[in-house]
């Protein structure tokens, strides 16, 4: 069981590039979310869906976009990526909705913007 | 701005001894949840304890809710070298969305 899968685990980018980030979960999961995590920070939420078809802002969305293609995939778009956006990225996925357990987060990708 | 704070930001200790860390939040909750993350790693749920429930047992781990003074606290017992890593506690509100503290970073020496 693979649970959350992010691809890709590294990247490093030139001011102003574009990329998406795929997050992917085989739990059938209805909520999924991308968080960044900055040293000393904690993690903070960018962006979430909590149901197939739906997404929301978080604490920090300014520079992304995201899109829940289907209920197994929600991935994250940096359209012009600045140094403040280096960063490791976290996505993760819950069932909250039925009560049942917490989180899943996938291994993290880490970026670089320069 | 973070929904959980915890406290110390920083614990060192010796094997078997046991290691308390603290959470405060702003806003009402759904549940509260405590994850671990070892260095360069991912996180990894730990312990859910809904707003009703005022204490869980997992293992080792003892987690406390007290949704008047919007605190929790995590115990764990007995700690080995395995347990040296950020604790984080996060916060559920009722729309779903997960709200991170900044982390207690536990050092268990040998």
């Known amino acids: 069981n693979a649970g959350v899968t992010q691809t890709p685990k590294f990247q490093v980018l030139k001011t102003g590039q574009s990329m998406t980030l795929q997050c992917a979960q085989d739990?059938?999961?209805?909520?999924m979310y991308w968080y960044r995590q900055d040293p000393g920070m904690g993690l903070r939420l960018i962006y979430y869906?909590?149901?197939?078809?739906?997404?929301d802002k978080g604490e920090v969305p300014n520079g992304y976009n995201v899109s829940r293609l289907n209920k197994r995939e929600f991935s994250l778009r940096l359209e012009s990526a600045a140094p403040s956006q280096t960063s490791v990225y976290f996505c993760?996925?819950?069932?909250?909705?039925?009560?049942?357990?917490?989180?899943?987060f996938g291994s993290g990708t880490r970026l670089t913007v320069v | 701005s973070q929904q959980g704070e915890e406290d110390p930001q920083a614990l060192s200790i010796q094997e078997g001894e046991n290691a308390t860390m603290n959470c405060s939040y702003k806003?009402?909750?759904?549940?509260l949840q405590w994850y671990r993350q070892n260095s360069g790693r991912g996180l990894v749920h730990l312990i859910l304890?809904?707003?009703?429930?005022r204490e869980k047992h997992s293992g080792r781990l003892r987690v406390t809710l007290d949704t008047s003074k919007k605190s929790s606290s995590l115990l764990i017992t007995a700690s080995r070298a395995a347990d040296t890593a950020s604790y984080f506690c996060?916060?559920?509100?009722?729309?779903?969305?997960?709200?991170f503290g900044a982390g207690t970073t536990v050092t268990v020496r040998a």
């Open positions: 993760a996925s819950s069932a909250l909705d039925t009560g049942i357990g917490g989180y899943t």
């Open positions: 739990m059938n999961h209805n909520s």
């Open positions: 869906s909590a149901s197939e078809g739906t997404t």
């Open positions: 806003t009402s909750i759904n549940n």
């Open positions: 304890i809904r707003s009703n429930e």
């Open positions: 996060a916060t559920v509100t009722n729309d779903y969305k997960l709200s």
